[in-house]
């Protein structure tokens, strides 16, 4: 994982909101496409950066993909601003 992927992937307020989403649990991609006003697509898009940044991970369950957080990787960006900060 690198920063600058993670970074990236946080930048996007579309990406930011599927993350609050997936703080209460796991969803398929059409019930996080249901809160947005952009296409299948875009929402597609969006969920395969925040992957490949390694910030949600999928499942998949009969015709269906459901996402999940990944907080180890929030975690390490929490701890390397606390050490830019010079927080212990």
Same mark, same amino acid.
């Given at each position: 994982?690198? $920063?600058?992927? =993670?970074?990236?992937? @946080?930048? %996007?307020?579309?990406? #930011?909101? !599927?993350?609050?989403?997936?703080?209460?649990?796991?969803? /398929?991609?059409?019930? $996080?496409? /249901?809160?947005?006003? &952009? =296409?299948?697509?875009?929402?597609?898009?969006?969920?395969?950066? @925040?992957?490949?940044?390694?910030? !949600? #991970? %999928? =499942?998949?369950?009969?015709?269906? !993909?459901?996402?999940? +957080?990944?907080?180890? &990787? +929030?975690?390490?960006?929490?701890?390397?601003? /606390?050490? @830019?900060?010079?927080?212990?």
């Amino acid at each position: 994982m690198a $920063i600058q992927d =993670t970074m990236k992937a @946080l930048a %996007d307020p579309i990406r #930011r909101q !599927i993350l609050e989403l997936l703080k209460s649990g796991r969803l /398929s991609a059409g019930e $996080i496409g /249901s809160h947005f006003d &952009v =296409t299948a697509a875009a929402i597609s898009r969006h969920l395969s950066v @925040l992957k490949d940044a390694d910030l !949600i #991970r %999928d =499942t998949r369950e009969g015709k269906y !993909i459901y996402y999940e +957080l990944n907080a180890s &990787v +929030l975690e390490e960006i929490l701890l390397w601003i /606390s050490a @830019l900060k010079g927080e212990n």
